[in-house]
């Protein structure tokens, strides 16, 4: 079983930042970020292989967002710069005990068994 807190959501205006943390307690292979906005399905933003080996990003927020993890701390980052309105959305931290290293599963929350609580993201112009 692996438990995922999520924390650093918040309220930016366009253009802004945010650095989004998810502490994990239990071993997990794979770890991702997805946001869900209302009315729409979840989406995946962010994802990570065997700690930080490989990661993968959705088209919509390739150069602007960028994960990383701290084995040590237990602990996966989404930093997230030049925000836009459009990534106004509950952000959740998930993960896998096991995964396969490619963007289309890793981008899947179909493929993640854990998750967190969520941390809201709300961007205005």
């Known amino acids: 079983q692996v438990q995922l807190v999520e924390s650093g959501g918040g309220s930016v205006q366009t253009g802004g930042s945010l650095r989004l943390s998810c502490v994990a307690a239990?071993?997990?292979?794979?770890m991702g970020w997805f946001r869900q906005a209302p009315g729409k399905e979840r989406e995946g933003v962010a994802a990570i292989y065997a700690g930080g080996g490989y990661t993968y990003y959705g088209d919509s927020v390739k150069g602007r967002f960028t994960i990383s993890q701290d084995n040590a701390k237990n602990t996966m980052y989404l930093q997230m710069n030049n925000l836009k309105v459009e990534d106004t959305a509950m952000y959740y931290c998930?993960?896998?005990?096991?995964?396969?290293?490619?963007?289309?599963?890793?981008?899947?929350?179909?493929?993640?068994?854990?998750w967190g609580q969520g941390t809201q993201v709300t961007v205005s112009s």
């Open positions: 239990g071993s997990t292979y794979c």
């Open positions: 998930a993960a896998a005990g096991a995964c396969v290293a490619a963007q289309s599963y890793l981008l899947s929350h179909r493929n993640f068994e854990y």
